[in-house]
């Protein structure tokens, strides 16, 4: 067999398919170029398969994430929504607040955009390949409701305490079962200091003993997610109702 058909297979056996995608040209360059060295032609090779993995991983890994749309912050019109402060959050994409293990609360009426910055976080974080996970509040309860049936409520909150970054949407008004409230606190306190966490939420603080059916468990709650916290409220109008004016009369 020649050389050449050799080297073909050998990297198809390897799988490194982007490096025989370009071994053609590399090759080429190796004859014509005398300044062209073989080092040379090993590290455009490599590079072409590891730039190659690093992005197939990064797409991985926001697709895992479950994210609900994949919108960055290059997607949000800062301009509309003035109490959003843009420095803030750019900040927040540098992913600092992770090296604190703080957490991030957006608080906001529906559609300011809390989904979206918390989905822009989270695939900034999925994207440098944090493990990253995206989960709706009546989703989780719903689990931990089950689990409290099945006496496994510590299985539930050993899962979601391996995700460096969990996202948990739309903290509002449910019918919540006081044990699921109860394994959402042993979540909160599980991940407390050790992993930072996301939520978003339509009620204030103050509601949240409402909010969980119990105010004692909301506090304990609270007093975990706010001690290490950046809380942005969001005071704007719905970017669904963005050139319409619907309260108008006709
Ligand atoms: N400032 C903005 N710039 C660009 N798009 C925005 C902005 N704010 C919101 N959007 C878009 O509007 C829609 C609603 O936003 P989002 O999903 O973040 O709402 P929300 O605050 O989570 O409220 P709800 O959960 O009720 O939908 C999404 O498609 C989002 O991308
Ligand atoms: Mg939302």
């Given at each position: 067999m020649a050389l050449y058909t050799q080297l073909?297979?050998?990297?198809?056996?390897?799988?490194?398919?982007?490096?025989?995608?370009?071994?053609?040209?590399?090759?080429?360059?190796?004859?014509?170029?005398?300044?062209?060295?073989?080092?040379?032609?090993?590290?455009?090779?490599?590079?072409?398969?590891?730039?190659?993995?690093?992005?197939?991983?990064?797409?991985?890994?926001?697709?895992?994430?479950?994210?609900?749309?994949?919108?960055?912050?290059?997607?949000?019109?800062?301009?509309?929504?003035?109490?959003?402060?843009?420095?803030?959050?750019?900040?927040?994409?540098?992913?600092?607040?992770?090296?604190?293990?703080?957490?991030?609360?957006?608080?906001?009426?529906?559609?300011?955009g809390r989904t979206h910055l918390a989905t822009a976080l989270g695939m900034e974080a999925a994207g440098q390949r944090i493990s990253t996970y995206f989960i709706n509040f009546a989703t989780l309860m719903e689990k931990f409701k089950q689990a409290s049936k099945e006496n496994r409520v510590e299985q539930v909150v050993k899962h979601y305490l391996k995700y460096s970054l969990l996202i948990i949407d739309e903290i509002g008004y449910l019918p919540i079962d006081r044990n699921a409230s109860y394994g959402f606190f042993q979540l909160v306190a599980a991940r407390y200091e050790k992993r930072s966490t996301i939520l978003t939420t339509n009620q204030p603080f103050s509601k949240w003993g409402e909010v969980f059916g119990d105010t004692v468990i909301a506090n304990a709650i609270l007093d975990r997610l706010v001690h290490h916290c950046e809380i942005i409220k969001i005071n704007g109008m719905s970017y669904r109702l963005k050139g319409k004016n619907i309260f108008e009369e006709d």
């Amino acid at each position: 067999m020649a050389l050449y058909t050799q080297l073909m297979n050998n990297l198809d056996t390897l799988a490194l398919s982007k490096m025989k995608e370009n071994l053609e040209p590399v090759v080429n360059k190796t004859i014509n170029d005398p300044n062209y060295s073989f080092t040379d032609a090993l590290l455009d090779l490599t590079n072409a398969e590891i730039t190659f993995r690093d992005e197939r991983a990064r797409k991985i890994n926001i697709t895992i994430s479950s994210f609900p749309y994949q919108k960055t912050l290059k997607d949000f019109d800062f301009t509309y929504q003035a109490t959003v402060s843009k420095e803030k959050i750019l900040d927040l994409a540098t992913l600092r607040f992770m090296e604190n293990k703080s957490n991030v609360i957006f608080m906001g009426s529906p559609g300011v955009g809390r989904t979206h910055l918390a989905t822009a976080l989270g695939m900034e974080a999925a994207g440098q390949r944090i493990s990253t996970y995206f989960i709706n509040f009546a989703t989780l309860m719903e689990k931990f409701k089950q689990a409290s049936k099945e006496n496994r409520v510590e299985q539930v909150v050993k899962h979601y305490l391996k995700y460096s970054l969990l996202i948990i949407d739309e903290i509002g008004y449910l019918p919540i079962d006081r044990n699921a409230s109860y394994g959402f606190f042993q979540l909160v306190a599980a991940r407390y200091e050790k992993r930072s966490t996301i939520l978003t939420t339509n009620q204030p603080f103050s509601k949240w003993g409402e909010v969980f059916g119990d105010t004692v468990i909301a506090n304990a709650i609270l007093d975990r997610l706010v001690h290490h916290c950046e809380i942005i409220k969001i005071n704007g109008m719905s970017y669904r109702l963005k050139g319409k004016n619907i309260f108008e009369e006709d």
